[in-house]
């Protein structure tokens, strides 16, 4: 079992937070299906969560974190947190929020904290006394897409991206990482940028119109489940087409994952009111803010 922090937080540990006394412990893989039924409940906030235990595990290295559980008497979850590198939380009770937060201090290792701006907040209230201090905070706004949707004219270019469209892919992606002051801590990436391109290709999560060996239109899939996908790196080329044949590509590509999945989500930066607007003449619609805490030990 992985060590994150220099002090860790003893499984028989009690912590008494409000009235009555609720307990933090590390989970294993014997919680797999009560913790992913807690976290199913609110799914477009939690998939990244589920997505990491699906894929890895309760506890697994490629999680660079620890899953936490908090209880209360009666044995039920209140808060679910992975906490390490990237810290987040899912929690039902001010409490549960507060006790995660204890635990999270210990944690040496983190380098950000992010998740719902009002729970983010509200943990940090709890961590700040003695957990690292804030570098930077950063905004997002999480933009969701059901049905009903509109249906405009189809687009013949777009398709999933091939191995021959690597090169292609590669330079785009290195376009927007260059253009982007913070990375989004939710991509967990490892690995530079033509081998998540090509494995993202291989695993037919590259959405692409090409024109003339130009990308007009990228979107990748970065997590795929039956309530919710999420996409990221959403790129358009203006100078070659106008935005109109991009809001296609969007309509076309929606149509195509919502007969698979009940919502599609994507993160935006606060500030790019352009991508906002894009965004809500597709049809999206503002779900809620989130908020990345950058702490002083980031690289």
Request: aromatic letters at 8%.
């Amino acid at each position: 079992m992985q060590q994150n922090s220099s002090k860790r937080l003893k499984s028989n540990e009690h912590i008494s937070a409000g009235e009555l006394t609720i307990r933090v412990d590390e989970l294993d893989g014997s919680n797999k299906q009560e913790v992913v039924q807690f976290l199913s409940q609110r799914p477009i906030h939690t998939v990244h969560m589920i997505e990491f235990i699906n894929d890895n595990g309760l506890v697994s290295p490629l999680n660079d974190s620890t899953f936490y559980g908090c209880r209360n008497r009666e044995r039920q979850l209140e808060g679910v947190a992975l906490i390490g590198d990237s810290t987040l939380l899912e929690t039902t009770t001010d409490r549960a929020t507060q006790a995660l937060a204890e635990v999270a201090k210990t944690c040496a290792t983190a380098h950000v904290i992010t998740g719902e701006k009002e729970r983010i907040n509200n943990f940090w209230d709890y961590y700040a006394d003695a957990g690292q201090g804030m570098r930077h905070a950063h905004r997002e706004l999480l933009f969701e897409l059901k049905w009903p949707i509109q249906a405009l004219p189809e687009v013949s270019d777009l398709r999933l991206a091939t191995p021959d469209d690597l090169e292609l892919v590669a330079t785009t992606q290195s376009q927007i990482a260059s253009n982007e002051a913070y990375p989004n801590p939710l991509r967990r990436e490892t690995e530079d940028v033509r081998q998540r391109c090509a494995r993202f290709i291989e695993q037919r999560r590259t959405w692409v119109a090409v024109q003339d060996n130009v990308i007009i239109f990228k979107a990748d899939v970065t997590f795929d489940t039956s309530s919710v996908i999420y996409l990221d790196r959403v790129c358009t080329n203006s100078d070659r087409r106008p935005q109109s044949y991009a809001l296609r590509c969007m309509s076309q590509l929606a149509r195509t994952l919502l007969r698979r999945t009940d919502s599609v989500c994507v993160l935006v930066n606060e500030n790019d009111k352009k991508a906002h607007k894009f965004y809500r003449l597709s049809g999206y619609k503002l779900r809620s803010i989130y908020e990345t805490i950058f702490l002083t030990n980031q690289p």
